[in-house]
């Protein structure tokens, strides 16, 4: 296992067409993470799950977000009618609980036009 | 809300200098991670504090968490233009949720 695989690498979407992005956890990690990160500015947690269980979704996420891990594993971050404002590095991290560290995937960066 | 700050937002230094970085918050953390990032990639772990007081080191950098593990500073002895990056610090909530501060942008000037 290389780490954690977040596909795509980039998107350039049109403002309102709607986008999906994959994240594949490292293996046995049942903690993953979403965050969003604008240009020079700290990662903006969006939500988590442990397993498939989501645990928490940001207040500042609109109902356009929504996020699944079906089975455990990896995970989709889908944002409908996209807006120039969701324009932003999409990351996404895993862990496991009794650990402290999150392992962050190189991101989808996220251009709205 | 637990919420972290650092310190200074913005560094540009030269070559061969010292510098140290800050992270503070009200809260108690569980844990503190420093990561670096570089420009279009994810952050990259450095360290992982967990105990009050504690100090690590790696190579040129040292890591340090405060007593009551509400704050931590980062040390860099003679900089080089190869640390030039963001820095985050990072906390871990009592339910495991991690947490960021903005950073600190460092420029290391050859």
């Known amino acids: 296992d290389t780490g954690v695989s977040q596909d795509p690498r980039h998107k350039i979407t049109k403002r309102g067409q709607n986008v999906t992005f994959r994240c594949d956890p490292i293996s046995e990690h049942n903690r993953l993470y979403w965050y969003r990160q604008t240009l020079g500015q700290g990662p903006e947690f969006l939500t988590y799950f442990q397993n498939e269980a989501q645990l928490e979704k940001s207040r500042l996420l609109s109902d356009r977000f929504s996020a699944e891990r079906p089975k455990g594993s990896f995970s989709t971050l889908e944002i409908q009618r996209t807006e120039q404002g969701d324009s932003a590095m999409y990351l996404c991290?895993?862990?496991?609980?009794?650990?402290?560290?999150?392992?962050f995937g190189q991101g989808t960066r996220l251009t709205v036009v | 809300t637990q919420l972290l700050e650092q310190s200074p937002q913005f560094l540009s230094i030269q070559e061969g200098e010292n510098l140290t970085v800050y992270c503070n918050s009200s809260s108690v953390f569980s844990s503190l991670q420093w990561y670096r990032q570089e420009p279009g990639e994810g952050p990259v772990l450095l360290v992982t504090?967990?105990?009050?007081?504690e100090v690590k080191k790696l190579k040129r950098l040292t890591f340090q968490f405060g007593d009551a593990r509400k704050d931590s500073s980062l040390h860099i002895t003679a900089a080089q233009p190869g640390d030039t990056g963001l820095y985050l610090c990072a906390g871990k909530t009592s339910y495991d949720k991690v947490i960021f501060g903005p950073g600190t942008s460092l420029s290391v000037i050859p």
């Open positions: 991290a895993s862990s496991l609980p009794r650990y402290t560290e999150a392992f």
């Open positions: 504090v967990v105990t009050g007081g």
